[in-house]
């Protein structure tokens, strides 16, 4: 029953029904993606639709390939993710944006997050966190989260 209803909200907010939720994710490190893509595509409806593997690319693909949302690696080569969530934001200022960083989420890096357009982070060591991050922003819900925060 609760899959149902999950599935009704999605359509409902998304304006989704069968239609894939499409995710692009840029990071550096292809075992990253590789982790990412696995955890992800494990979600009814959603497919990776595009891997970058630097900011510039990124943003490139972000115009390409037009995905629902994007996830984007904080120390990316050529351009940082914070650079990129800027440049892609202005490009597409509806596009939700999920930080992925080696770095824990500090209450700076969440306020520079917010500010170059992110609507959530996660920590790279808490990896699986991002299908919860997601469907946070999928939804139109910020997702940082605090338990990391000291």
Sequence with gaps: MQSHARISLRALFLGVGSMPVRILIADDDPAIRRLFRRLLE?????????????GLDAVEQVVQASPDLAILDLGMPLMNGMEAAREISQLNPA???LLISVQEMSDQLVEA?????FK?????SRGREVVTGVEAVLHNRMFFDREELR
Excluded: H, M, S, Y
């Excluded at 409806?45 to 630097?54: H, I, M, R, Y």
């Excluded at 997050?113 to 357009?117: E, P, R, V």
């Excluded at 959530?120 to 790279?124: N, P, S």
């Design 42 to 54: 494990a979600q009814p409806d959603w497919q990776v639709c595009g891997e970058a593997v630097n």
């Design 113 to 117: 997050a917010q500010k170059a357009g």
């Design 120 to 124: 959530g982070a996660i920590t790279k």
């Design 95 to 97: 596009l939700p944006l």
